[in-house]
């Protein structure tokens, strides 16, 4: 499969734990994307990187949110200290140069027991 | 404040009946204009775009939308549905790095 992939698709944790979650955009898409999306609403854009670089956060990224493209190749989106409100769908999308669409990963499904 | 509005939340079809769901928005400037699908499971897909040009376009499926300048409008419509055509969907402005999304409309065809 040569679309985005996110890894885990799933994750339960506690209250106050810290959560990392994983996307792989298509190859060669240098913009990656992360949005977060909750029961009966569309996605929300969070925030996204051109290649390494982190252009554009939204307000709704808190300071316990922190992601990171390293490479310019795959991202990772860390939330700390997770609270209820955490909960909710996280989608990672990737588009190639330029503001063409965006393609879409899965998703990982957060829940913060 | 940008923003999509769609105003249906569930709609419900038979089989062969004709589609359209409402999109609108609030954005000054240049927009560009999507409209997602996400059925059962899957992940969001995209249907159709409009960046410029002929302001009917045409998508997958037998999907098709209409961009209403003047009404800031972006319907979706197809004329005959199938039971396949059963999923949620989205309409979208905006380039992906500030994409507003609309909350979604569910729709379900029954056979």
């Known amino acids: 499969d040569t679309g985005v992939s996110q890894d885990p698709r799933h994750k339960i944790t506690k209250r106050g734990q810290n959560v990392t979650f994983r996307c792989d955009p298509i190859s060669e898409h240098n913009r990656l994307y992360w949005y977060r999306q909750t029961l009966g609403q569309g996605p929300e854009f969070l925030t996204y990187f051109q290649n390494e670089a982190q252009l554009e956060k939204s307000r709704l990224l808190s300071d316990r949110f922190s992601a990171e493209r390293p490479k310019g190749s795959f991202s990772t989106l860390e939330i700390q200290r997770t609270e209820q409100g955490d909960s909710a769908m996280y989608l990672c999308a990737s588009s190639p140069q330029g503001d063409t669409e965006a393609f879409f990963g899965q998703g990982t499904r957060l829940t913060v027991v | 404040a940008q923003s999509v509005s769609q105003h249906n939340h569930h709609v419900i079809l038979s089989e062969a009946a004709s589609l359209e769901l409402g999109c609108n928005y609030s954005y000054g400037g240049t927009v560009n204009l999507f409209w997602y699908v996400q059925y059962p499971g899957q992940h969001l897909q995209l249907l159709l775009k409009?960046?410029?040009?002929?302001?009917l376009v045409k998508g997958i499926k037998g999907f098709e939308a209409e961009f209403i300048k003047s009404k800031f409008s972006f319907n979706l419509r197809k004329p005959s549905v199938q039971w396949s055509d059963t999923a949620e969907y989205f309409c979208?402005?905006?380039?992906?790095?500030?994409?507003?999304f609309g909350a979604g409309t569910r729709l379900t065809v029954k056979p």
């Open positions: 409009y960046f410029s040009g002929d302001p």
């Open positions: 979208a402005v905006n380039p992906p790095h500030d994409m507003r």
